[in-house]
């Protein structure tokens, strides 16, 4: 893989103003109507959403990141997808280089809830 080029420089004000958060996936389901979509339960300490993500054509077991903690952006406008309402995004890796994604990860444990940044 090639490293994209970098993108345009961006301010702590810009950064701020995305609110990044680990949460506990607590279960994966298909969505119905989509062949790639996944609806991701998620716990995030003092409240559960529903975010859907483009996992299933990635992953053999998409259920396989039961359980897992990860990051998420939670100050997303609510988007429909396929007849649902995802309240989130999934921060992954390496989707956007062609690359078979990855969960992005705290390194050990935390609560969750737990902003990034």
Same mark, same amino acid.
């Given at each position: 893989m090639t490293p994209a080029p970098i993108k345009p420089t961006a301010t702590v004000e810009d950064l701020d103003k995305?609110?990044?958060?680990?949460g506990t996936i607590v279960t994966v389901e298909d969505v119905p109507k989509s062949s790639k979509l996944a609806r991701l339960?998620?716990?995030f300490g003092d409240h559960r959403r529903t975010i859907l993500a483009g996992i299933r054509k990635e992953r053999t077991d998409p259920r396989e990141i039961e359980g897992r903690q990860a990051l998420f952006v939670v100050n997303? /406008? =609510?988007?429909?997808?396929?007849?649902?309402?995802?309240?989130?995004?999934?921060?992954?890796?390496g989707? /956007?280089?062609?690359?078979? =994604? /990855?969960? /992005?990860?705290?390194?050990?444990?935390?609560?969750?809830?737990t902003r990034a940044g």
């Open positions: 995305l609110d990044i958060r680990v339960t998620v716990d997303l /406008a =609510p988007r429909p997808m396929a007849g649902e309402i995802s309240e989130g995004m999934l921060f992954d890796i989707f /956007a280089d062609g690359v078979t =994604p /990855a969960l /992005a990860v705290p390194e050990k444990p935390v609560a969750n809830g």
